[in-house]
T-cell receptor
Framework: KQEVTQIPAALSVPEGENLVLNCSFTDSAIYNLQWFRQDPGKGLTSLLLIQSSQREQTSGRLNASLDKSSGRSTLYIAASQPGDSATYLCAPLEDYKLSFGAGTTVTVRA | SQTIHQWPATLVQPVGSPLSLECTVEGTSNPNLYWYRQAAGRGLQLLFY??????ISSEVPQNLSASRPQDRQFILSSKKLLLSDSGFYLCAWGGQLQETQYFGPGTRLLVL
């Protein structure tokens, strides 16, 4: 059974600082890995998807890396803004099923 | 474009009462459908998934059941709710290839 761990559980930074969110997973036989954002009381919004054959994926200020063999992924958010405040979830996909970590809750202070 | 709907948005039910949550998807055909639960302070847990009409797989033993009466409709049910059934229920759909899943707005269930 896939176990996903996200560190840190919470993060508070001043506006403009870069963010580094870590994710580890136990079973490396994944098809892809996705990062999602969840605002309080809302559903999930997909941010980035990295295929298992890729090492990195970028979208605007977001960059995600994947080291499948070691079971790790990192989400980098450059020049954080108050609007980036949310919970970020990492989810590896295998056999058509996503496994989720508990998330990292980010607060960006203006 | 594809859209996923869930209702109701919020629900307060007494212990022992029945439950029916509905999820529908528009703009795609033959999707894989998923029910997840997010308990307070915990990660999302996959409850059920379906690859076609009438085909339901359960991921965890529980007080809940799921049905897929139509291609783009997924229903989560219970005959008798427990306090531990409280949580945020999310429906998602994905294509037949293993790409991203798209999530609905969720239903917040409080069992008292």
């Amino acid at each position: 059974k896939q176990e996903v761990t996200q560190i840190p559980a919470a993060l508070s930074v001043p506006e403009g600082e870069n963010l580094v969110l870590n994710c580890s997973f136990t079973d490396s036989a994944i098809y892809n890995l996705q990062w999602f954002r969840q605002d309080p009381g809302k559903g999930l919004t997909s941010l980035l998807l990295i295929q298992s054959s890729q090492r990195e994926q970028t979208s605007g200020r977001l960059n995600a890396s994947l080291d499948k063999s070691s079971g790790r992924s990192t989400l980098y958010i450059a020049a954080s803004q108050p609007g980036d405040s949310a919970t970020y979830l990492c989810a590896p996909l295998e056999d058509y099923k996503l496994s989720f970590g508990a998330g990292t809750t980010v607060t960006v202070r203006a | 474009s594809q859209t996923i709907h869930q209702w109701p948005a919020t629900l307060v039910q007494p212990v022992g009462s029945p439950l029916s949550l509905e999820c529908t998807v528009e703009g795609t055909s033959n999707p894989n459908l998923y029910w997840y639960r997010q308990a307070a302070g915990r990660g999302l847990q996959l409850l059920f998934y379906s690859v076609g009409i009438g085909q339901i797989s359960s991921e965890v033993p529980q007080n809940l059941s799921a049905s897929r009466p139509q291609d783009r409709q997924f229903i989560l049910s219970s005959k008798k709710l427990l306090l531990s059934d409280s949580g945020f229920y999310l429906c998602a759909w994905g294509g037949q290839l293993q790409e991203t899943q798209y999530f609905g707005p969720g239903t917040r269930l409080l069992v008292l």
